[in-house]
């Protein structure tokens, strides 16, 4: 996929042994896959990544400005993105499940990007495949809290999943096979949390993470070693 003349990832990458460690809330079970490689505090210029990630997190109080039309197209893109990674993969065995926003549906702020860009997707699948993909808000969360690039210390999965609920209407017909679908993977602590929410509901079910991208570790500058 291409946009505006820069080079967006077309196909997934694996989290394998090399990265895992980039992402320390993952354990050697968790299959995770991702499109670009994020680059934070780098700005718009870094990388395509950078690009399309900065504009899908735009924050709701800039709805009104003339720059949120940059965040409807990055949501377009990545719903391209996303299906042309699949290919030809056969989805109909799995339900899409998209993390939830920081913040509660009565909250100004927020933001449901993920959904929104999911449903793209499945609208995709029903234009080129023939098919619908099985979205579903399986998981909501109970109380807002600050997004976690803003906070300076991480929470752990227990302490998230505390934070997470299964929409108990959502479970019937449900799959056994899930994908947990997020913007960015980070610590991994987000992926970890709706694992143990959703294998609290379903105890049998098949789990992978897809992600728009990863975000790389900090390098360390070492000019003035």
Same mark, same amino acid.
């Given at each position: ?11 997934? =990458? ?34 395509? =990544? ?6 899908f997190k735009k924050p709701m109080d800039r709805a009104d400005r003339p720059e949120w039309r940059y965040k409807r197209q990055s949501i ?27 913040? =509660?549906?009565?909250?100004? /702020?927020?933001?449901?990007?993920? /959904?929104?860009?999911? =449903? ?16 579903? @808000? ?26 997470? @609920? ?6 019937a017909d449900i799959k056994d096979r899930i994908v947990i679908c997020d913007d960015v993977l980070t610590t991994g602590c987000h992926f970890?949390? /709706? ?29 003035n070693f």
């Amino acid at each position: 996929m291409t946009s505006d003349a820069s080079s967006f990832p077309a196909r997934f =990458t694996k989290i394998d042994e090399l990265k895992r460690d980039d992402h320390h809330h993952l354990t050697s079970v968790d299959v995770c896959l991702y499109l670009g490689d994020y680059t934070a505090r780098k700005g718009y210029a870094h990388s395509a =990544t950078n690009k399309l990630i900065i504009n899908f997190k735009k924050p709701m109080d800039r709805a009104d400005r003339p720059e949120w039309r940059y965040k409807r197209q990055s949501i377009c893109l990545a719903a391209q993105a996303l299906f042309n990674a699949f290919g030809d993969s056969d989805l109909r065995p799995w339900t899409i499940v998209p993390l939830p926003p920081s913040k =509660t549906r009565c909250d100004p /702020m927020y933001d449901n990007r993920m /959904m929104t860009m999911l =449903t793209q997707v499945s609208g995709l699948f029903r234009q080129h495949r023939g098919y619908t993909l099985d979205v579903r @808000e399986l998981v909501k969360r109970m109380q807002s809290t600050a997004a976690a690039h803003e906070k300076s210390e991480r929470p752990t999965p227990e302490s998230l999943a505390a934070l997470y @609920e299964i929409q108990l209407h959502t479970l019937a017909d449900i799959k056994d096979r899930i994908v947990i679908c997020d913007d960015v993977l980070t610590t991994g602590c987000h992926f970890r949390a /709706m694992e143990q929410v959703i294998l609290g509901a379903i105890p049998d079910a098949t789990i992978r993470g897809v992600f728009l991208a990863r975000c790389e570790p900090s390098a360390t500058d070492v000019s003035n070693f």
